[in-house]
Every structure is written in structure tokens, then in C-alpha cells.
């Protein structure tokens, strides 16, 4: 059902794309593809100072992004584009599949990788699964980054408002619930199911609890969730 509500709300408003890559053929057999799919390719780049001025102009909802680029690096245009507009979802598209890379990426704001092996059906799941807000992996890769999120944790970083001092944003139960299955490392769609409700009221959720904490992404969330040991309960 959730499913099938996402297809609808993807044919009212197609899910606004950009590709960028360095490789031309590949960067527009990429677009080519996404586009006979029904999303709406908005731009593509060639490099990462074009990213950058291309994504700013015309405000994808998701990136698809290689990490290997002239002028500047994915993982800096990542964390360039997020931290100007923290909606926008990136997802990496990557010929390495090396966990450095991959973890570099998951820290500068990617919200899933997959590498270029992966077949036509599979971007595009991922993508339309990227636009709502679920991390998207190459199988394998999932663990690594739920790991990393677990290093993190226990690494002495910015504090993250404490809920338990006077005056601090308080969680509501549901809230609290869904952040402790992300923390799990449960995608949208699969917390959905355990708890019986829809896929955008897990999304609402997230995103009340983000503006709550005074977070901004996944990663930030996930950490907070780790640091108050809410993925042991």
C-alpha cells in the first residue's frame, strides 16, 4: 500500500533529480533512464563546481552523485549542498566500493550508496527510495555505516541538546519510538510496518523530532539516539 501511495504521489509531483558525473556517456544514459521513468531530470554536471551552481538554480529533490570529480570533490559538494539546503537528499553513484569512501561520503551528508554495478531497477528504487528519506545501501554496505554511526557516538563530538535538562524539547512517545527503531538501523518503509502506520507519518515524525533537537540529518539523529543508548532498549 505504501508503495502504491508513493507511485501516485510520484506520477501528481515526479521527484526532481540531477546527475552528476564526469563521465558523459554515463551521465546521460544515467539521466536518460531516470527521465523514460517518469522523474524530472532538472540538471546534470559535468564537475563539481557546476554541481554546486546547477543544484543551488534549480533545487533537486535528490542527487545522484559521483565522488570522483574535477574541480572539487563529491563529498565536498555534498556537504556544501546540505548544509545549504538540508532537504535535499543525496545519493551516491560510485564505481568504489571502498569503506573509506563510503563513510566519507555518510559524513558529509549522503543519504545512501550505491555502486555502479547496480542495474537499472535498482537506481531507480533507489532513488525513489532516497527521495523520502530512507538510507539506501549496496548490500554489504549497511552494516558498515551503522557501525560508523556506533563510532561516532562514542567519539567526543558537538553536543546535542540533552533532553533530560530543564526547559529541553521533549519527545512525544511515538516520537521517541520511531527515533529508537532508526537507530536500529530500520529504514522508513520497515518502521512503518512494525508500527502499523504510514510511511509519511514515520517521515513526519523524523522531521518534528529533527526541528525538535535542533538536528539535521540522518546521522546527527542517529548519533543522538546512540549517545542515550536508545538502540539497546
Known amino acids: 500500500m505504501t508503495d502504491t501511495a508513493n507511485g501516485q504521489?510520484?506520477?501528481?509531483n515526479p521527484i526532481k533529480v540531477m546527475v552528476v558525473d564526469d563521465h558523459p556517456m554515463w551521465r546521460d544514459a544515467v539521466a536518460?533512464?531516470?527521465?523514460?521513468?517518469?522523474?524530472?531530470?532538472?540538471?546534470?554536471?559535468?564537475?563539481?563546481?557546476?554541481?554546486?551552481?546547477?543544484?543551488?538554480?534549480?533545487?533537486?529533490?535528490?542527487?545522484?552523485?559521483?565522488?570522483?570529480?574535477?574541480?572539487k570533490p563529491g563529498?565536498?559538494?555534498?556537504?556544501?549542498?546540505?548544509?545549504h539546503n538540508p532537504a535535499l537528499r543525496v545519493l551516491v553513484l560510485s564505481a568504489s566500493g571502498e569503506h573509506a569512501d563510503v563513510l566519507e561520503a555518510v559524513k558529509s551528508g549522503a543519504t545512501g550508496y550505491l555502486l555502479k554495478s547496480a542495474?537499472?531497477?535498482?537506481?531507480?528504487?533507489?532513488?525513489?527510495?532516497?527521495?523520502?528519506?530512507?538510507?539506501?545501501?549496496?548490500?554489504?554496505?549497511?552494516?558498515?555505516?551503522?557501525?560508523?554511526?556506533?563510532?561516532?557516538?562514542?567519539?567526543?563530538?558537538?553536543?546535542?541538546?540533552?533532553a533530560d535538562q530543564p526547559?529541553?524539547?521533549q519527545l512525544t512517545e511515538r516520537e521517541t519510538e520511531v527515533l529508537r527503531l532508526v537507530a536500529k538501523g530500520l529504514s522508513y518503509k520497515q518502521i512503518a510496518e512494525?508500527?502499523?502506520?504510514?510511511?509519511?507519518?514515520?517521515?513526519?515524525?523524523?522531521?518534528?523530532?529533527?526541528?525538535?533537537?535542533?538536528?539535521?540529518?540522518?546521522?546527527?539523529?542517529?548519533?543522538?539516539?546512540i549517545e542515550r543508548g536508545l538502540d539497546d532498549e
Open 194 to 225: 512494525r508500527l502499523v502506520i504510514s510511511h509519511r507519518t514515520v517521515q513526519n515524525h523524523v522531521q518534528n523530532t529533527l526541528g525538535k533537537l535542533q538536528l539535521h540529518n540522518r546521522v546527527e539523529l542517529v548519533r543522538y539516539a
Open 32 to 71: 536518460r533512464d531516470l527521465a523514460e521513468s517518469g522523474l524530472d531530470v532538472v540538471a546534470t554536471a559535468g564537475d563539481g563546481d557546476q554541481a554546486v551552481r546547477r543544484a543551488k538554480a534549480t533545487a533537486p529533490d535528490v542527487l545522484v552523485l559521483d565522488l570522483n570529480l574535477p574541480a
Open 9 to 12: 504521489d510520484a506520477q501528481q
Open 119 to 162: 542495474s537499472t531497477e535498482e537506481l531507480l528504487e533507489a532513488v525513489r527510495r532516497t527521495a523520502v528519506g530512507d538510507p539506501v545501501f549496496t548490500p554489504g554496505l549497511a552494516g558498515l555505516v551503522l557501525g560508523e554511526y556506533r563510532r561516532l557516538a562514542s567519539d567526543p563530538g558537538p553536543a546535542a541538546p540533552d
Open 75 to 83: 563529498v565536498q559538494v555534498c556537504k556544501e549542498l546540505v548544509a
Open 167 to 169: 526547559g529541553a524539547p
